[in-house]
């Protein structure tokens, strides 16, 4: 669990990985055909519009969550199926991107010597990267919310489609479930999963700048 301090950098990383993520979810459904976010105010980057208190809680002390998810009605989508998989995978490449640019910054600042190694600007870069690539895979998980289950929704036969329908009205309980399991019996359900991948990437971004915790 992130110190006192660690948590106090993370907040403006956080509500920019949540703000992108959720506008991107709106922008493309948008751009789709479907106006719902857009009439409903979320098509915006105020971060306040996309907080959702437990996902918000968890990004702090895990480094995975989500967002109040962003309304989309698939009627206005020519292709419904392939269209909300557009719109699922939306958010997470947000947030691949955020990290890309942001760990193209960190690089060039160290380059020019334009940043002092471990400070607060380093801490809040290198945080940022790194979160925004464990919201990313974290979310692309197929558990019910995420998005992950919106893509498996678009792609498994339509004979099975009810029955991932039924999945996703419990998925917020099975989410949470595996998460408090894995808090008892301190075994990184997620992080095994997603940690791996979100490093390798961190790596790759920033160049192998020292992550501090």
């Given at each position: 669990?992130?110190?006192?301090?660690?948590?106090?950098?993370m907040i403006p990383?956080?509500?920019?990985?949540?703000?992108i993520?959720e506008?991107a979810?709106?922008?493309?459904?948008?751009?789709?055909?479907d106006p719902?976010?857009?009439?409903e105010g979320?098509?915006?980057?105020?971060?306040?519009?996309?907080?959702?208190?437990?996902?918000t809680?968890?990004?702090f002390?895990?480094?995975f969550g989500?967002a109040?998810?962003v309304p989309?009605?698939p009627?206005?989508f020519?292709?419904p199926?392939?269209?909300?998989?557009?719109?699922?995978?939306a958010?997470?490449a947000?947030?691949?991107?955020?990290?890309?640019l942001?760990?193209?910054?960190?690089?060039?600042?160290?380059?020019?010597?334009?940043i002092?190694?471990y400070?607060l600007?380093?801490?809040?870069?290198?945080?940022?990267?790194?979160?925004n690539?464990?919201?990313?895979?974290f979310n692309l998980?197929?558990i019910p919310p995420?998005?992950?289950?919106k893509v498996?929704?678009?792609?498994i036969?339509l004979?099975y489609?009810?029955?991932?329908e039924?999945?996703?009205?419990?998925?917020?309980?099975?989410?949470?479930?595996v998460?408090?399991?894995g808090?008892?019996?301190?075994?990184?359900?997620?992080g095994?999963?997603?940690y791996?991948?979100s490093r390798?990437?961190?790596r790759l971004?920033t160049?192998g700048?020292?992550?501090?915790?």
């Amino acid at each position: 669990m992130p110190d006192l301090a660690t948590i106090v950098l993370m907040i403006p990383p956080i509500l920019a990985a949540l703000t992108i993520h959720e506008f991107a979810h709106g922008y493309v459904a948008w751009k789709l055909g479907d106006p719902t976010a857009r009439m409903e105010g979320r098509l915006t980057l105020n971060p306040l519009a996309h907080l959702d208190p437990i996902g918000t809680i968890l990004l702090f002390l895990f480094y995975f969550g989500w967002a109040k998810p962003v309304p989309v009605n698939p009627f206005y989508f020519r292709r419904p199926r392939t269209d909300m998989i557009w719109v699922a995978l939306a958010g997470p490449a947000s947030n691949v991107v955020l990290a890309f640019l942001l760990g193209g910054t960190l690089r060039s600042l160290l380059d020019y010597n334009l940043i002092e190694p471990y400070g607060l600007a380093y801490r809040m870069l290198t945080i940022s990267v790194f979160l925004n690539l464990m919201l990313a895979f974290f979310n692309l998980l197929p558990i019910p919310p995420l998005d992950g289950s919106k893509v498996v929704a678009g792609i498994i036969p339509l004979q099975y489609l009810g029955m991932w329908e039924r999945i996703e009205r419990v998925g917020p309980f099975i989410l949470l479930g595996v998460i408090i399991l894995g808090r008892l019996t301190h075994i990184p359900i997620f992080g095994s999963t997603i940690y791996p991948v979100s490093r390798f990437l961190y790596r790759l971004f920033t160049g192998g700048a020292p992550l501090l915790n």
